[in-house]
């Protein structure tokens, strides 16, 4: 007799079932059921399009092992979901080829409201499935951080770390460590409401609902979340009535048990152009540094990239560009991909050599790391006076000079905010200020004073004193 489409589906789920972790099976295939199967064509309806993120990169290979097997060779698949929870006019179509990452979109309906929450709407999480726990390299520099991430995604009614606040530079892995929690938080319970997106669109968002009288439905939807993920929350800086918005959505959250994370340049001390009140939210819960990636991290991560593009680096290659790539992980995976590009092009086994010249071009090697000692090192020299000086109240012209080039120079060279060179130089955030813009005025007239800047800065960037 033969087996419907159900029965055919079946099949290809007990293969799956063999070959998965329970735990993974119950979470991302049990719910998928089939719409069809006809002319080679198997239509499956999923829970949300996060799921076939998931799929499409994470269960691609045992997925179409058990289609080949049940259904034979050249199927095309299409998933299928539903915008709005239970309303099938919304419905969207994803297909993917005999079946391929590749995913080419085919919505038979317009997309919903993105602030409408009837039905508790499923939405998109704008996760990306590749930011796991499980490619999150481990270094003491993010050791803290990391096992901090894992113990909120593990134990999601645990809101001792509510808010969690992580910063950092620029590359040390932000992004990749808050999108590991809400990817775990998914994996584990499919049905959560878990929301990442950055600082500039959620205020965006907001501009767009108040232009057209949407901001109750904005409120709503954002009330609805059950973890939400703010990337860059330094960007709502100065923007007062994205703000106070935001510090709605917070108290909402925060006082019904919703889990909030947030990222930042900087730590909540040093945020400028903030509310005070938003501020102190921001610690009321845990707030944790990634810091710059120590050698034992930039060595690991080498060796996952190579391991994932399949290639082999010899220990003297790792160590080369891990001596010498050392502000941040991005920087670490933009050389792997120039090395591997240069590498094909050139139809060349990867060596020392052509490492040497794939870093010449993209780093500045040995580069000396610019911040407030340095520069305070070199004003100090050039000026020919003692540090020790410029932390006195002494108001003599030349320790005046050199003390308001140092401020400058700090916050032009390290972006550091004024609170924190004020605190380093024990001035007040308005001395800082009133600094920093009579440096700035008196360039655009004094001669000299653009020459001392240029010399102090030639020699910053040489190194020499």
């Keep these: 007799m033969e087996k419907n489409h159900q029965q055919l589906w079946d099949d290809c789920l007990q293969f799956i079932k063999d070959n998965i972790p329970a735990p993974q099976y119950e979470a991302w295939f049990q719910p998928i059921t089939s719409l069809g199967f006809e002319d080679k064509k198997l239509k499956l309806m999923l829970h949300s399009p996060f799921v076939v993120d998931v799929l499409e990169q994470r269960y691609m290979q045992v997925l179409s092992s058990a289609i080949k097997k049940v259904y034979g060779p050249s199927v095309t698949l299409t998933y299928f979901y539903h915008q709005v929870k239970n309303e099938p006019a919304s419905t969207v179509g994803l297909r993917s080829s005999s079946p391929s990452p590749t995913i080419v979109a085919q919505s038979t309906s317009q997309p919903a409201n993105p602030f409408q929450t009837q039905n508790r709407q499923t939405f998109d999480p704008q996760l990306n499935p590749r930011y796991t726990f499980e490619n999150y390299c481990a270094g003491n520099s993010n050791k803290v951080a990391r096992a901090i991430g894992e113990t909120v995604a593990n134990n999601p009614t645990l809101k001792t770390f509510n808010p969690l606040f992580v ?35 959620f205020e965006s968002q907001y501009t767009a609902a108040s232009m057209k009288g949407e901001t109750n439905n904005f409120f709503h939807f954002y009330q609805s979340i059950d973890t939400l993920i703010i990337d860059d929350i330094q960007d709502l800086q100065k923007k007062p009535a994205t703000q106070n918005t935001f510090f709605h959505i917070f108290n909402h959250l925060h006082q019904n048990n919703k889990q909030i994370i947030m990222s930042s340049d900087c730590p909540p001390a040093e945020m400028e152009g903030f509310e005070d009140r938003l501020l102190s939210r921001f610690k009321w819960g845990m707030s944790v540094q990634l810091e710059k990636p120590d050698a034992e991290l930039r060595r690991n991560v080498l060796r996952q990239k190579a391991e994932q593009d399949g290639i082999e680096l010899s220990s003297d290659i790792i160590d080369y560009i891990a001596s010498n790539v050392t502000e941040s992980i991005r920087d670490l995976e933009g050389v792997m991909v120039s090395l591997i590009g240069r590498a094909t092009v050139l139809n060349s086994e990867i060596n ?74 024990d001035r007040n955030y308005a001395t800082v200020i009133y600094s920093c813009k009579n440096i700035e005025e008196r360039l655009e007239l004094e001669k000299q004073l653009r020459e001392d800047v240029d010399s102090i800065e030639a020699s910053i960037n040489s190194g020499a004193i």
Excluded at 169 to 189: D, F, M, S, W, Y
Excluded at 377 to 405: G, W
């Design 167 to 201: 910063f950092g530079p620029t590359g040390v892995g932000k992004t990749h460590l808050i999108q590991a929690i809400g990817v775990r938080l998914k994996e584990t319970n499919p049905d959560a409401r878990v929301l990442y997106i950055n600082a500039r669109l």
């Design 352 to 425: 020392l050599d052509l490492a040497k010249s794939v870093i010449s071009n993209s780093i500045k090697i040995n580069r000396k790391q610019v911040n407030f000692e340095l520069i305070l090192q070199h004003v100090c020299a050039y000026y020919n006076i003692s540090p020790d000086a410029l932390f006195t109240k002494s108001r003599k012209r030349e320790i005046s000079d050199a003390r308001q080039m140092l401020m400058y120079l700090a916050k032009k060279l390290t972006k550091m905010p004024f609170t924190a060179i004020g605190s380093r130089i």
